[in-house]
């Protein structure tokens, strides 16, 4: 991935490369770009994916989401989907979003609880980030939390969707589905 002002720069509709940046005969260019509609800027979808499934007792990343350094600026607003789901009913377990180091959410489940969905909302300014999320499932009540981080955003950014059982067990949690999305600042 090339940086704006760094590896190239736009002249109307000309890409003009920099320096060491220029590709060379045989190179394969990708390019995506975003435009504003009539509605201003168009959010950006990072990530979006089925996860993976644990029937450990500790923590395992289900899916991960690596959002570029330099990417995120104040103004910005990420949006985090996902969806767990629990097969058994013996053994409780815990699932977990991490936005970083800065855990967004951390919720333990009764062995009953088969499903946990849930959202985070991180708005990113000046001087870091606040977060809000909220999850539940069947079985489950509505739980709504709130904090701030002060994540580097200049290197790569993890955003890390965990969990594990409360003890070793044949059933399985499964991560379904994760998406991060990003609005960003006109």
């Given amino acids: ?13 000309t890409v003009v490369f920099q320096g060491l940046s220029l590709p060379q005969t045989g190179d394969i260019l990708q390019a995506s770009f975003r435009t504003a509609g009539s509605g201003g800027t168009l959010p950006q979808v990072l990530c979006t994916g089925a996860g993976g499934a644990t029937n450990l007792a500790t923590s395992q990343s289900l899916g991960l989401c690596t959002i570029p350094g330099d990417l995120l600026r104040a103004g910005d607003r990420l949006e985090l989907l996902f969806d767990y789901s629990h097969e058994g009913a013996s053994v409780g377990y815990q699932v977990e979003v991490r936005f970083g180091a800065t ?18 909302s991180l708005g990113i300014h000046a001087g870091g980030e606040q977060w809000s999320t909220q999850s539940w499932g069947p079985g489950s009540s509505l739980a709504a939390e709130a904090g701030a981080a002060a994540e580097n955003l ?33």
Avoid: C, W
């Fill in 1 to 13: 991935m090339q940086k704006r002002f760094l590896d190239y720069n736009l002249a109307a509709n």
């Fill in 103 to 120: 855990p967004v959410l951390f919720r333990s489940a009764a062995a009953s609880s088969t499903l946990i969905s849930g959202r985070a």
């Fill in 154 to 186: 200049n290197v790569t950014l993890p955003v890390d969707f965990r969990g594990h059982m409360a003890s070793p067990a044949t059933e399985t949690l499964t991560l379904r589905n994760f998406s991060v999305v990003r609005y960003p600042a006109p």
